[in-house]
């Protein structure tokens, strides 16, 4: 015999939810590579890398015939749930190996196209002036909570 549950139920879960990102959700900043700009006058200092990927690695100047392009950062604000320790994460089932500095996020499904497409994730925006922690993707964003449609996670380690 199915159980039905009432959407009062689910609509109840989801308030108590998302009231939690307002006691413990940070903003942080999300850091994108926004344009890819060509900077004149440059000397041809920039190591030759023959690979297909060669704008992908290493510095943020790259060379692509004879001229010189730069990266830039565009930052956006998000506000997240940050998980610092381990012990608190949120299983996902297996063995998940992380960085030992790592960290797990949480976030709303409306924010998962920000967060694929972001770069970086500068955590915690408020100590920024103090120290700027940067990481990078630990792996891709997957969906949590109830239902698993409104909520989603990601592991993190550092840039």
Not at 85 to 103: A, E, L, R, Y
Not at 107 to 114: G, M, P, S
Not at 126 to 133: F, M, P, R, V, W
Request: some cysteine.
């Amino acid at each position: 015999m199915p159980i039905k549950i009432q959407q009062s139920v689910f609509d109840k879960y989801y308030d108590v939810i998302d009231s939690t990102f307002d006691i413990f959700g940070v903003v942080c900043q999300l850091v994108y590579a926004d344009k890819v700009e060509e900077v004149a006058n440059t000397f041809s200092n920039i190591p030759e890398n023959k690979s297909i990927n060669s704008h992908r690695r290493g510095p943020d100047q790259y060379k692509l015939q004879d001229k010189v392009f730069i990266e830039t950062e565009k930052t956006e604000d998000i506000k997240l749930k940050i998980y610092w320790n381990s012990k608190d994460w949120t299983k996902i089932g297996g063995n998940i190996v992380t960085p030992n500095n790592g960290i797990q996020t949480i976030f709303f499904a409306t924010d998962l196209n920000k967060i694929i497409r972001a770069k970086e994730l500068i955590a915690h925006k408020d100590i920024k002036s103090l120290i700027e922690i940067r990481f990078k993707k630990h792996g891709e964003p997957f969906p949590m909570g109830i239902g698993q449609i409104r909520y989603f996670g990601c592991f993190w380690e550092r840039a």
